[in-house]
């Protein structure tokens, strides 16, 4: 291994440890990191700033913008009292049902606005309900990220793959071709997070809802990177349906045509955001406070890292590796081994990368077995997206870690297990619904 490879290794492994041991911010040890790398030179200066720039900074900047927007005009003030209403009658089963609703929609929008938008009002319908955020601000997160494992368009990671494969000269996927092996995972998924999520968390906060208390969050974990301020709720907003259709209708339409292919969802979205400042619907120095720097900070931080792996050629060999390790194997356990590989890779980088990494070796393990590619990218897809076990494998794990102010290990107590289920889950469906 070359110095660099060593260096990138070393400081991936302080920062995981650091979050774990959890006596720092989470964005201090990213940024750290970040340095480290920059002065022993794994990274230039270019590459930092290239991180801080990167499309998903601006697409979820952008997005906080537009839901402070939506925040401020009341509606969704409006959204929680309906919500409250529901969940009174229902209780947490209620909260449930509002999950699945979430969820549901993940299928055809991208995850990272549904979560921005979705997690202030599950926070603040259980803490009305007197019931812990914490059991309900995760699911939400996992619910999102296997719902739009559901179809193409659920996901970037999904699209991404398939630009990918297109450029190797495989056939385009349709819309619902995943959904085969992407539903019975959100299913089997969502059940287990169901019946199990609340017992792993376990601790103070159970003992909170016995007592009939909410929990407070612990200051020392999320400083005022909340998605969405608390205080925005102290006092019911007046509601202003004007300002709330154009910042509804502009969410909406910012989305859909990400989704269509019509632009990037970091060029709609950072457009809608100026658009409801020129619209006066939000003033510039709202927009500015509807920023959340920590969080932003955060990701910047952890795609550095993701750089310095790529950069210093450690991503690459783990390639050779993978190919030259399956070869004379048969297919199924190549699939297994590519599925597991992509799923630990999706923990450490961003799934994107991954996706990029990762699409083109397994098209060329496939063509080394003489079998179908189809199967190896769809574990591509799966597992790409798959990432539950640290709070850094998704966007939206990082929002509802900074929001409820989760520990690195309770993503690791209700993550490792839906990762090990939706692995089964996946290469079983994969096995009978794509053939070498």
């Known amino acids: 291994m070359s110095v660099d490879q060593v260096l990138t290794l070393l400081v991936l492994a302080a920062v995981v440890a650091a979050l774990i041991w959890d006596k720092v911010r989470a964005d201090v040890v990213a940024l750290t990191g970040a340095a480290v790398l920059l002065m022993t030179g794994v990274v230039r200066p270019v590459d930092v700033q290239g991180a801080f720039a990167s499309p998903a900074i601006i697409a979820l900047a952008s997005l906080f913008v537009i839901a402070y927007a939506l925040e401020l005009s009341g509606l969704l003030d409006r959204a929680i009292a309906g919500a409250v209403a529901l969940c009174r009658r229902m209780g947490a089963t209620g909260l449930w049902l509002l999950l699945s609703m979430i969820g549901s929609v993940s299928c055809f929008l991208n995850s990272t606005p549904i979560v921005v ?129 154009i910042s509804l209708a502009i969410f909406v339409a910012a989305v859909a045509l990400a989704t269509a292919g019509v632009a990037p969802i970091a060029a709609t979205a950072f457009a809608g955001a100026v658009l409801l400042i020129l619209l006066r619907v939000i003033s510039a120095d709202e927009a500015y406070s509807g920023l959340k720097p920590e969080i932003l900070i955060l990701i910047a931080g952890m795609v550095v890292i993701g750089i310095a792996m790529e950069k210093s050629g450690l991503a690459a060999a783990a390639s050779e590796r993978l190919i030259s390790g399956v070869h004379g194997l048969n297919p199924l356990a190549a699939l297994i081994i590519l599925y597991l590989v992509t799923m630990v890779l999706t ?41 539950f076990a640290t709070p850094f494998g998704y966007q939206t794990n990082v929002i509802v870690y900074q929001m409820g102010g989760y520990r690195y290990l309770d993503f690791v107590r209700i993550g490792l297990p839906l990762n090990l289920i939706t692995f089964v889950v996946a290469i079983a469906s994969i096995r009978f619904f794509f053939p070498f």
């Open 117 to 245: 938008l979705g997690a202030p009002v599950i926070r603040d319908v259980a803490t009305t309900l007197r019931l812990s955020p914490k059991r309900f601000l995760i699911p939400l997160s996992y619910i999102t990220i296997l719902t739009g494992c559901c179809t193409l368009i659920g996901t970037s990671t999904n699209l991404l793959v398939d630009d990918m494969a297109s450029l190797a000269g495989q056939a385009r996927f349709g819309i619902f071709e995943i959904t085969p092996v992407g539903l019975p995972m959100a299913l089997i998924g969502g059940l287990y997070l169901f019946l199990f999520s609340g017992r792993l968390l376990g601790g103070k906060h159970e003992a909170d809802e016995r007592a009939g208390d909410a929990p407070e969050i612990d200051q020392a974990h999320i400083a005022n990177a909340q998605v969405g301020d608390a205080s925005l709720f102290a006092q019911e907003r007046p509601f202003r349906p004007l300002k709330a259709a």
């Open 347 to 387: 923990e450490l980088l961003s799934n994107a990368t991954v996706a990029v990494l990762v699409t083109p070796v397994s098209v060329a393990l496939a063509e080394s077995l003489s079998v179908s590619p189809r199967p190896f990218l769809v574990a591509v897809m799966m597992a790409a997206s798959a990432a």
